[in-house]
């Protein structure tokens, strides 16, 4: 059983930055990809980034050059940092963990959540 926690979320205008934090309870943290997830009101949950077991990582082409996904396995911990942010980015932001090593960016792949970290980003 593995327990998310995510922080960092808040109020940021257009162009500003934030990053998420997920820190994750157990010893296997290491051993799991790890992804960030959003959604925002009346849509469906959609994948950000993620990040497998060899520091390999992917995104989302809304995502791509502006968020950096990362991980600090001795701390436990799953990093998002979002720069140019857009009004567009406003959801609440999830991460994830799959069992897969080489886990992909759908939803279903992912076996624990956290609680959600809402971002709003004002024009």
């Known amino acids: 059983q593995v327990q998310l926690v995510e922080s960092g979320g808040g109020l940021v205008q257009a162009g500003g930055s934030l990053r998420l934090s997920c820190t994750a309870s157990g010893r296997t943290f290491s051993r799991y990809t790890m992804g960030w997830f959003r959604q925002a009101p009346g849509k469906e949950r959609e994948f950000v980034a993620l990040i497998w077991l060899t520091s390999y990582s992917t995104y989302a082409d809304s995502a791509k050059g502006r968020f950096t996904i990362s991980r600090d396995n001795a701390k436990n911990t799953l990093y998002l940092q979002m720069n140019s942010l857009k009004p567009e980015d406003t959801a609440v932001y999830y991460c994830?963990?799959?069992?897969?090593?080489?886990?992909?960016?759908?939803?279903?792949?992912?076996?624990?959540w956290g609680q959600g970290t809402q971002v709003t980003v004002s024009s």
């Open positions: 994830a963990a799959s069992t897969y090593a080489t886990g992909s960016g759908t939803v279903s792949d992912y076996d624990y």
